[in-house]
């Protein structure tokens, strides 16, 4: 299976990010990409920047809705799985929101970020409320794909999870800033959660400057085994493609080891 990672930057002009992203699964598609997957809010300005206004609360969209349908018809046209992330409404309340498209045009769920954080320049609280779907993984035609929406990445057990309802691939669209984090620690936790929960992870990030942060970029992808095994550059617009063995995750040391000797019956005790 070849997966593709679109990094790309936001404008304010929302059609135009759009038409990016559609004119993206193209070229992904036409190099080969089995499924095609976009960063956290990939279509408009990283709004939670500043402290939520009912204007901006106003640009949330409905899913299924206008974004996802014109992705849906492209994704039956080219055959391929699409999961996107998009500022969602949902009658009072906003999320943040990934649904994941199959190969033939239909919708197969919507993850919510589950986890919301609140600092400097990522003001969630004011936009999204708490996920409550879950940690679903949906079989599309290309693979059992989960998805951890960025702040979730942080939280072991959510990566657990997604490895209990039996992933091949978990997909993380980011929004990570410059200088955010040390070097190298974005691609160490992930590489963990791949090792320790034997699936591969792909996180797709944000880049470039907007008012207030300038996303990173550097978009990549983690075996099972834990290894980084393709990277985009920083700063840059571009399409990641990346080769996936899925018989690697049934090979690997969670399949084979971790997740055959827990025990449940404890954690339970010591978590609450």
Same mark, same amino acid.
């Given at each position: 299976?070849?997966?593709? /990672? ?9 059609? $135009? ?58 994704? $039956?046209?080219? =055959? ?17 929101? =990934? ?93 963990? $959660? ?45 399409? /990641? ?9 049934? =090979? ?6 971790? /997740? ?5 019956? /404890? ?6």
């Amino acid at each position: 299976m070849k997966l593709a /990672l679109v990094q790309q930057p936001a404008t304010d002009n929302l059609q $135009a990010n759009r038409s990016t992203g559609l004119a993206a699964v193209r070229q992904a598609a036409a190099q080969g990409a089995n499924v095609i997957c976009f960063a956290e809010l990939a279509f408009d300005p990283f709004y939670p920047q500043m402290h939520a206004t009912a204007q901006t609360l106003a640009l949330a969209e409905p899913i299924p809705g206008p974004t996802t349908d014109a992705f849906a018809k492209l994704a $039956a046209e080219l =055959s391929v799985v699409i999961i996107l992330n998009i500022f969602e409404r949902d009658g009072d309340h906003t999320y943040d929101t =990934s649904p994941v498209i199959d190969a033939d045009g239909m919708m197969l769920g919507k993850t919510r970020m589950v986890h919301i954080t609140d600092y400097q320049w990522f003001h969630e609280q004011d936009y999204y409320a708490p996920g409550d779907t879950g940690a679903p993984v949906y079989e599309t035609r290309f693979g059992r794909i989960g998805v951890a929406i960025c702040y979730d990445r942080h939280f072991p057990e959510y990566m657990r999870a997604l490895a209990l309802n039996k992933a091949q691939l978990v997909v993380v669209p980011q929004a990570g800033a410059v200088g955010e984090w040390p070097d190298g620690l974005f691609e160490a936790e992930l590489r963990v $959660a791949s090792f320790q929960n034997g699936y591969y992870s792909a996180l797709c990030n944000r880049v470039g400057p907007e008012p207030k942060v300038e996303f990173a970029g550097q978009s990549f992808v983690c075996d099972p085994a834990g290894n980084v095994i393709a990277q985009a550059g920083g700063g840059t617009q571009a399409i /990641l493609l990346v080769d996936l063995d899925f018989a690697s995750v049934e =090979s690997s040391h969670a399949a084979k080891l971790f /997740l055959k000797d827990r025990r449940p019956e /404890l954690y339970g005790k010591w978590l609450t």
